[in-house]
């Protein structure tokens, strides 16, 4: 059985963004503090600033869709397309944890 590991930006040089309508509209809904945080993010992503302050992570247990932490509440969702990061959302910790359980096997559906 093969296993499929997590994508890693690491290895990839981030040279372009793809915004979704989703994000757009997430993004717009979000406070201007937390917009200037999710910038200051995008752009480390863009440099290739891979350090702990960005914190890159899978989620969980969509390993293709990755997110980076941007405040205590808020979490950018996005994939890997060739060079370009995908942006697909910015999500709460809420939101995540709802998302996990709707795909967990045995998780409920709604």
């Not at 752009?43 to 350090?51: D, E, V, Y």
């Amino acid at each position: 059985m093969a296993t499929t590991s997590p994508p890693q930006t690491a290895s990839v040089e981030i040279t372009g963004l793809v915004v979704t309508r989703r994000f757009a509209r997430s993004y717009m809904r979000i406070s201007p503090a937390a917009r200037s945080r999710c910038d200051r993010a995008l752009g480390w992503l863009i440099k290739g600033s891979h350090g702990p302050a960005l914190r890159i992570q899978p989620v969980q247990p969509a390993c293709e869709y990755l997110e980076i932490r941007v405040g205590f509440r808020d979490h950018l969702i996005f994939r890997v397309d060739g060079s370009d990061a995908v942006l697909i959302d910015l999500l709460t910790f809420r939101d995540i944890l709802g998302l996990q359980q709707r795909t967990r096997p045995g998780g409920p559906k709604n």
